[in-house]
């Protein structure tokens, strides 16, 4: 996305303030904050907390208003990440070309920096919803905005996927169990961050229903093309190991369907998640360019 400007613009803006929200903490507890701030740190896409921003604008809202809420989702994706590398999910020793978290703090502390990062979403969330108690419409956004993003991470969302994940691997699946994982795994957090943007902007029920449209299918395209990068994808580019997914007998949908069917999979899912903002012509710009660059990425 280096010549995507409006990506690039509030990518930096949430790079600009993704710390604003970390509390401060006692110095005897500085490795903890050093383990949070390692992870947040070491770079990635910020997809989802640009999404984010991005739904609030075209609901008509301000970027700015939604920092917290964008902030918090990125918080959640990292403490998920910590947690995936761990020896007892992935087993993973990089994480974007860099040792992960464990490597660096050790296993327990890993833990405990995933733990802090999810806790300090939802304290950064509660902080900015005291701010509007006297204003019941934008509060009750929040509220709205903050269940959802709530809902995406639990146990029926991105917990709920990676539990049916472990559950699966080394079995054969149906193609049914495999949408379920990833359509909770992957994308449900994709979903909660454009619909949280969306009711902090302030978005009418035919915004909000073609932006979880759009949503839906993104998050499932974008697993697709994770799976399909695990096969064909180069370490270098990656930051992380290729052929892992294989090595754990994972459900992917390359392992199911073959790396061509799953192409072919990812083509119609991108068609599908455009088609469903198709109704806002340029206003969708950004959102189709989004989905078609995930599609196509390397890295």
Avoid at 13 to 38: G, N, Q, R, T
Avoid at 199 to 222: D, M, R
Avoid at 245 to 250: E, N, V
Wanted: proline content about 3%; hydrophobic content about 40%; aromatic content about 8%.
């Amino acid at each position: 996305m280096r010549d995507f400007e409006e990506y690039i613009a509030r990518k930096a803006l949430v790079e600009e303030h993704l710390l604003d929200f970390l509390p401060e903490v006692d110095p005897k507890s500085s490795a903890l904050y050093a383990a949070m701030h390692y992870s947040l740190k070491s770079g990635g896409k910020r997809i989802r907390p640009v999404l984010l921003l991005a739904a609030c604008e075209f609901a008509g809202g301000e970027a700015r208003e939604a920092l917290p809420y964008a902030c918090a989702v990125e918080y959640i994706h990292c403490y998920s990440l910590i947690h995936d590398d761990l020896p007892g999910m992935d087993d993973d020793e990089l994480r974007r070309g860099l040792p992960t978290n464990h490597m660096v703090y050790g296993e327990g502390m890993a833990v405990l920096a995933g733990d802090g990062l999810l806790t300090t979403a939802f304290e950064a969330m509660n902080k900015d919803m005291l701010i509007y108690f006297d204003d019941p419409v934008k509060l009750k956004r929040r509220v709205r905005a903050s269940h959802e993003i709530s809902k995406g991470a639990g146990c029926r969302g991105m917990a709920a996927g990676q539990a049916a994940d472990i559950e699966a691997a080394g079995k054969s699946i149906a193609g049914e169990l495999l949408d379920y994982i990833h359509l909770n795994k992957t994308a449900a957090p994709i979903v909660a961050a454009v619909k949280a943007g969306a009711f902090i902007g302030g978005a009418t029920k035919e915004v909000l229903t073609a932006l979880e449209n759009y949503a839906e299918n993104l998050g499932l395209a974008f697993q697709i093309a994770d799976d399909i990068l695990d096969v064909t994808g180069d370490e270098g580019e990656l930051g992380k190991r290729t052929g892992a997914d294989r090595a754990r007998a994972k459900p992917t949908y390359p392992a199911l369907y073959g790396v061509e069917q799953s192409r072919k999979r990812l083509a119609a899912l991108t068609e599908s998640a455009t088609d469903a903002l198709a109704s806002f012509y340029d206003n969708a710009e950004f959102f189709i360019k989004a989905a078609q660059y995930l599609a196509s990425r390397n890295g």
